[in-house]
Each structure stands twice: as C-alpha cells, then as structure tokens.
C-alpha cells in the first residue's frame, strides 16, 4: 500500500466559494472534466475526454460535507480514494487540499500504469480551478484521447522576458516549485533536481530568443517556441518522439500545470507560488 499523495495549493477566493466550485457540475464541467453528473451527497461522477479512463464514469461518493468531497474511483483496477477539500486561511484566501491514495512514483517514472499520471493530472485540475476561480483564462486541459500533444498559450509580457524565464535556472526553479539546473546553450544539461541528481536531459536546439528544444530520452522531445505579439508573447509547447501507442501522460500534464504557473509567474505583480511546498512536502 503506497502512502496518499498530497497536494495544498493557495487560491484567491472565500471558501465557500471554493467549495461550490469542488461541487457545482457547471463549474466542475470548466476546471475539471468533459461530462459530468454531481448531485451531492448522493452522486459524484465524472468523464469524457480530460479524465484518466475516462469512456465512463468511475467513482463512487463516500462523503460530503461543507468542507470536503470524498470519492473512490476505480483506476486500472484499483479503488483509489480522492479527497478534496478546503481550508479557509483569509476571508479572500483559501487552501485546497487534495488527497489521493494508489499514487506510485515508480508508476509515474516507469509509465506502467495510469495510476502514474494522478498527481500530474490533478496538479494541472488544481491549477486550471485556481486560474478559473481568480478570472483568469485557463492555460490547457489535457485530452488523453489525443495523439499530438501542444499547447498554444499568450504570455502578458515582452518576449526577451519569458525567454529568460525558459533557461535561466533561478527562473526556472522558481516558477516549476523544483529545482532545476539549465546549461543555456546547445548540447547543454537540462536536469530536474539538479546536475547531481544523476540524471540530464539534454538541449539539442537553442535559438536566442526564439526556441528552446530539450531531449527528454524515453518520453520524447520537449519545445519551446516563442513569437512576439503585440508586446505579449505567443508560446507553444510541444512534445515529440514517444510515438502514438503511448503518450507520455504524466510527464506532460507536470510540464504544462507549470506553464500554468508560468503565465501566473509574469502577468501577476504580487506573484507567489499557488502551491505550498513545504506543508505538501512534510504532509
């Protein structure tokens, strides 16, 4: 038995709001999944498209309250357990807490089962209800049916900005919530963790201003490209080279929820991280 997977993020919005939208089927059907049928405290099911096995529903509700929904849901044949909730930390300020049991990181790294894409694929829902509930424009929602994975997105800032928030590695770190190391040139290092974790992808194109493209090994080829418009700055994000028998799910949601913090890193003046780090990691 795996220890649950835990996830607080920090949003700006009362928590009953919050709490609405963990609930509210119209609003679940704009962060979360493509179909949806909530009744609370009777039903709690969601599919389609944007959800991990997503041709039916899955879920069975176990509880609801004020403050938290918790539901099993039948992933590769395994019951896991989701709870979400919230916890109030201002009147404007509000901290979501997801739970989620069956989490392996050896799934995850290794792609042997769709267990391994939970924590990614709630970090990018988590991500996109934070933006939705702060008026902001959704970055992306993952369709695990498709067999291209991009990602076209509008940066609020001057192109030579996000460029150096792409290869430089304090940026970098800081936007990802991870440490990252980067050799800003061709045939350079592009290590999460660090050069000493033992393990570096590798950039095989760097255009000055224009593109970043990185060699991940097995889970295919990441690109960065990037154009100017109007004083904002048009970035698409590609992955390539995995194939289309079986799409490198997990590694791309975490590379786009980053996005997601990208776009809030540069257009936010007071910008902080949405996800608390220490309590996820000491939890």
Known sequence: MTEPMILRARVAAPAATV???????????????????????NKFEFWGKYTPEGDAPHQRLVHADDTSVKFNWLLDGVDTTVELGVEPESDDSTIVVLSQSHFDIQEAMEDTSIRGALQTFWCLAIANLVDHLEGRELTHRHDFTATELRVDSVIDAPLDEVYESLIDSKQVSAWFGYPIEIE????????????ESGYAAKIIDLTPGQSVTVDWGKPGVQTWELADSGGKTR??????????????????????????????????????PIWIQDEAASA
Request: charged share 25%; net charge negative; aromatic share 12%.
């Open 235 to 272: 970035l698409t994000f590609v992955q390539s080279g995995w194939g289309s028998e079986n799409p490198p799910h997990a590694g791309w949601m975490g590379s786009v929820s980053g996005l997601a913090e990208l776009r809030r890193y540069h257009e936010l003046r007071d910008w902080r």
């Open 184 to 195: 800003p040139y061709k045939g350079g290092r592009y290590a999460m963790g660090g050069f």
């Open 19 to 41: 709490r609405h939208a963990l609930t509210d089927p119209e609003l679940l059907r704009i962060w979360l999944a493509e179909e949806v049928e909530v009744d609370v405290p």
